[in-house]
């Protein structure tokens, strides 16, 4: 029986490259997905077996910048939970190290399906970097009026521009707590997923800015919205397919 399951393991691996970043509980997921239904047990011994159950490196700390403006009020309050697409957001930048320097990823998360619906990347951390990204949800969604979007409290999104930006297109802004980094852990949780899936199995120090940003894309927009499995979804759904979903439901219109 073990081998048998080994060979559906294999299958589900080799569907896609970043499969092999799967551990026992979201293979389970996928074996039920095709029907095969055992408990994660018995899926966790087989990896074990076939030496597919892999030891991450520890992801890095992310530096923040610490300058304030002023006090605004936390509007998420660690509910990362929403009932509908794009009413509530989080975003966020982390850096990661090239051979030519720094490559600076901002990232805007839907907090109903873990969707990545924008991200822009930059050789620097200026407000400009976070100012693309909004303009870019703005051109997939159109203007988003009473939209949330989180972050913390970084000199980016503390700034003038940045919040007159916010403003232009009916975005309410939320602020995590000075010094509360759990205030946006599951954004932060994201780039610990694509660091530890991706940039950490790769000597990105050695690439050039250029050829990570083609890789940071094609994780983000084929393997982590449309593909992966995502427990925080029913059914595992990867979030594209989450919200495909929901579209076709008849209240969808309503929400």
Not at 115 to 136: G, Y
Not at 227 to 233: G, K, M
Request: with cysteine.
């Amino acid at each position: 029986k073990q081998q048998l399951l080994l060979v559906e393991i294999r299958k589900i691996l080799k569907e896609y490259p970043d499969n092999d970043n799967y551990g026992s509980r979201r293979m389970h997921t996928a074996l039920a997905q095709r029907g095969i239904h055992v408990s994660v047990r018995t899926v966790y011994r087989a990896m074990k077996a076939g030496g597919y159950i892999h030891k991450y490196r520890k992801p890095h700390g992310i530096t923040k910048a610490t300058t304030e403006t002023q006090e605004r009020e936390n509007l998420i309050k660690r509910d990362f939970k929403s009932d509908a697409p794009m009413t509530k957001l989080l975003t966020d930048i982390t850096e990661v190290s090239c051979a030519d320097g720094k490559l600076y990823l901002s990232a805007v998360l839907d907090c109903f399906n873990g969707e990545i619906v924008a991200f822009q990347m930059h050789d620097n951390m200026k407000k400009e970097l976070c100012i693309d990204t909004v303009r870019q949800i703005v051109n997939r969604f159109g203007r988003l009026q009473d939209v949330i979007l989180h972050s913390d409290r970084g000199s980016q999104y503390t700034s003038e521009a940045y919040r007159e930006e916010l403003k232009r297109h009916g975005i309410i802004q939320s602020l995590s707590g000075t010094g509360h980094c759990f205030d946006n852990a599951r954004m932060e949780s994201f780039f610990a997923t694509l660091k530890k899936e991706k940039l950490y199995r790769i000597p990105t120090y050695r690439m050039t800015r250029e050829e990570v940003k083609s890789i940071i894309f094609r994780y983000i927009t084929i393997y982590y919205n449309r593909l992966r499995i995502n427990t925080a979804n029913p059914d595992g759904l990867s979030p594209v397919k989450y919200r495909e979903w929901y579209e076709k439901q008849p209240t969808a219109s309503v929400a």
